[in-house]
């Protein structure tokens, strides 16, 4: 029987290829302005997309493919995709959540000490050799014990402060509304009330439209020149200008990122801010999780394929 098509759009490594072009006749895109390329008498029978690029798919790419029916997406974040435009075409959207939501909380407490701890501060101290002639570096502050705030308590955002029990911090967060949570867990019904009331704020909230800039300058100032903020969602979540500007001028303490707007392009002013932990985006960045994500998007597409329901829709 002949493979069904698939076009898949966005870079994959072999160990995902090779599965997908077992079983489908694989079409691969850089990306989804290239669909408008396509072979006509391809573009009418393809039914769905394997989909990894931070692109924009909107209504007008999902139209010339008349026969779609999927869009799944690698990766638990989905903004790049219109769903409103998927859900008006009867189009199908998966994503990948939960695979990766441990190694994300890992990497977020890691960025949090390491960033209280002034970790990295400490080990260029080290490598230039100030240590034997200088003496030891400046003292830095505590984390065990200290009141954080998660901004999103979704999977990722309870896995998170899950994990800084541990470390017997206050748990603080903000949600859309009250979540079941241990009762000694402290609601703040917006972003400001929360980062005035913590020393670390740890950004887990999706990214989009609906929440673009929502950590704002005035969450920040609240924060103030001890407070941290982590970002493991998307560098959109965060007043990116207005965070630039009080670290630049002390009035905000640091910043531990893995997301930026524009990225893989980021501001050169993070570059020169010796208050900062930059990460080129590496939350679910290692072999069992990147192959976890690419085996759920697969038996997505071959749910879809199969009639059967799709394992992780989020339309
Ligand atoms: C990946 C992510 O970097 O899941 C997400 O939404 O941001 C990350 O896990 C990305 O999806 C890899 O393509």
Known sequence: MARPPLLVIGRYPDWDLQPMRQDFDVTQLAGPEEIAGLDAGLRGVVRAIAYRSQRRLGGAEMDLLQGLGLVAKFGVGFEAIDVAAARARGVRVTNTPDVLSDDVADLAVAMLIAQARRMLPATRYLRAGRWAKEGP??????????????????????????????????????????????????????????????????????????????????????????????????????????????LEAGRLGGAALDVFRGEPEIDPRFLKLENVLALPHIGSATVSTRQAMGALQRANIAAFHEGRAVLTPVV
């Open 137 to 246: 570096v400046p003292l830095a502050g505590t984390v065990s014990g200290r009141r954080v705030g998660i901004v999103g308590l979704g999977r990722i955002g309870r896995a998170i402060a899950d994990r800084l029990t541990a470390f017997k911090m206050e748990i603080h967060y903000h949600s859309r509304a009250p979540k079941p949570v241990p009762e000694d867990w402290r609601f703040h019904d917006d972003p400001v009330s929360l980062a005035a009331a913590v020393d670390f704020l740890v950004v887990a909230i999706v990214g989009g439209s609906e929440t673009e800039g929502y950590v704002s300058a005035q969450a920040l100032s609240a924060l103030g020149s001890e407070g941290i903020v982590v970002n493991i969602s998307r560098g959109s979540t965060i007043d990116e200008a207005a965070m630039l500007d009080a």
